[in-house]
């Protein structure tokens, strides 16, 4: 299956995604394509690191989310792009590319849904003072983290955790689990083919 990863920033669950593949702890999978939408993004270097094609497109520079989508579509499609992979991907998907990949676009959340959507789910959680948190990945629908539910990990909150400490032990989580639920949905798709 051929992979395209989203991401917006720093790049450290790519990272664990191409070692993952790389490694073969990933079967049948090939990281065809990393995509972000940020010029100045880390992982655009841990993707040249990776031996992985970048791709780079603006949303500022089209006139509608649906034009900026409608290029990216092209871009997938030469690339042939078979699963999209959000991993940091910090932009709402549209009903274009949601149109295209119907069940075939995933997230990762860091906490446990439907608890603490939105883009601060750490510090949202710790800050509640909740004593259990995790992760949740999901397919992606029209709505913020509302998709339905594929895996979800939890993190216990210890008295001693720090904001930063619970940061650390969510994205070593991610960076185990996430290539874990890919190479399941890539498993489960061969049987049903």
């Known amino acids: 299956m051929r992979i395209a990863v989203f991401a917006s920033g720093n790049g450290s669950n790519f990272t664990a995604i191409a070692d993952a593949i790389r490694d073969g702890e990933v079967k049948g999978a090939t990281l065809a394509l ?10 655009l270097e841990r993707a040249k690191e990776a031996g992985v094609p970048t791709l780079h ?56 849904l439907p608890s603490f959507p939105g883009k601060s789910g750490i510090a949202d959680a710790y800050n509640y003072g909740v004593k259990v948190t995790g992760i949740t990945i999901h397919y992606v629908d029209s709505g913020i983290d509302t998709g339905p539910i594929i895996a979800q990990e939890v993190v216990e909150i210890e008295s001693e955790d720090t904001l930063e400490s619970l940061e650390a032990k969510i994205h070593q989580l991610e960076h185990r689990i996430y290539p874990a639920v890919i190479a ?7 049987h049903q083919s």
Request: glycine share 4%; no cysteine; aromatic share 8%.
């Open 57 to 112: 497109l603006s949303p500022k520079d089209f006139a509608s989310k649906a034009d900026f989508e409608a290029a990216l579509l092209h871009e997938l499609a030469k690339h042939s792009i078979e699963l999209i992979v959000l991993a940091g991907y910090m932009r709402i998907v549209g009903p274009t590319l949601l149109a295209a990949f119907p069940k075939k676009i995933i997230n990762l959340h860091p906490s446990l």
């Open 184 to 190: 399941e949905i890539i498993h489960k798709g061969d």
């Open 34 to 43: 990393m995509f972000t939408d940020n010029a100045s993004a880390f992982v």
